[in-house]
């Protein structure tokens, strides 16, 4: 986080018991060559039992690579996760069996999630055959019983993916992940390759399972106006670090973060009559107040790419309105190279 750390809003929780998850100083780097990239650069949260924490940021900010590594997909460079008060990434790979049924993960891909050779009673059925809870006849009630849950019918479970709509595919990975009765699911983009009317059927399937089930979610998404809808607390991420973690309605009404604030602003008004008001940075003090942030993200980006962070602040006039610019200038192999990283204009 930047200097805004200290003027993060600290959300009060009703819940006084320890957190499910906490995450310490999670980082996740991938070499490339005698280089790293850092998907994730040092992640601190806390989730706490029956709640939803919304992971929002743009693509390639490491959104995904967080949720992997928190379930263990992908193996952490350095950190923490705590299930329960017990690290994780403590266990050997053959002592995870145990965590796995505690911690799952909804995907992102519909269609690829799901083996197209296997019929939806083996789909639903593999989790409880792998950790031997159920055989024969009773998985098989068990798997229609998880159909009804996800508002699917009993007769689907003879089918196969390719017989299916996004949707009621994305409803079969909801009910493979609740087979096992986890008590944290980690909701990878669950509704980005879905119709906008099917994202509020699998978003309200979420949240009245949730109240059903006592379920607590990490859900990582684009949407911020999705991700308020069902989110507790949202966390905002930037090229792999952390730069903004409040509850849902503080975010959206009072973000202290510029770059929370340019997500904000790309979230689309239904109503076209209605002007956008935007109220941030509406004199040039406020502007500067900001520029040790966007500077940050600057330099985080520098560690990357390796270019030199430069700052463009332009326009006084109120009707013109600020315009902020950073990019990156730096030579490679005698050639002039620039990369636009972050823009916003401010009224």
């Not at 709509?165 to 390759?193: M, T, W, Y």
């Not at 900001?290 to 009707?319: D, E, T």
Request: charged residues 25%; hydrophobic residues 40%.
């Amino acid at each position: 986080m930047v200097s805004l750390k200290n003027k993060a809003v600290k959300v009060k929780t009703d819940n006084e018991n320890s957190p499910l998850v906490e995450i310490k100083n999670l980082k996740k780097h991938f070499p490339i060559g005698s280089q790293s990239l850092k998907a994730v650069d040092g992640l601190d949260l806390k989730i706490y039992p029956g709640e939803t924490v919304g992971l929002v940021g743009e693509s390639g900010c490491g959104k995904s690579t967080a949720g992997r590594t928190i379930t263990r997909l992908y193996e952490p460079t350095d950190g923490e996760v705590l299930f329960q008060g017990k690290n994780i990434f403590d266990y050997k790979p053959g002592e995870m069996s145990h965590i796995r049924r505690e911690i799952q993960m909804i995907f992102q891909d519909p269609y690829a999630s799901l083996n197209p050779r296997m019929k939806v009673e083996e789909l639903i059925g593999e989790p409880l055959a792998i950790h031997g809870i159920s055989k024969g006849k009773e998985r098989r009630k068990r798997v229609e019983d998880l159909l009804k849950l996800v508002g699917l019918s009993p007769e689907h479970i003879t089918r196969f993916p390719h017989e299916f709509s996004g949707g009621q595919r994305q409803r079969i990975g909801i009910a493979r992940a609740l087979a096992l009765n986890p008590k944290f699911i980690v909701c990878d983009e669950p509704i980005s390759a879905l119709d906008v009317s099917i994202q509020a059927q699998v978003v309200n399937l979420l949240k009245e399972l949730q109240k059903e089930m006592g379920l607590t979610y990490l859900f990582i998404a684009h949407d911020l106006s999705m991700v308020k809808y069902i989110s507790d607390r949202i966390l905002v991420m930037y090229l792999g670090k952390m730069m903004e973690l409040s509850d849902s309605d503080s975010l959206t009404k009072d973000p202290l973060h510029p770059y929370t604030q340019a997500l904000l602003s790309a979230v689309p008004i239904p109503d076209p009559t209605i002007k956008r008001k935007e109220s941030y940075l509406k004199a040039m003090y406020q502007v500067r107040s900001i520029r040790r942030a966007v500077v940050y993200s600057g330099l985080a980006a520098l560690k990357r790419w390796r270019y030199a962070p430069v700052l463009y602040l332009n326009g006084k006039n109120k009707n013109q309105g600020i315009s902020l610019l950073v990019i990156y200038i730096g030579k490679q192999k005698n050639q002039l190279h620039m990369r636009l990283v972050f823009f916003y204009t401010f009224k």
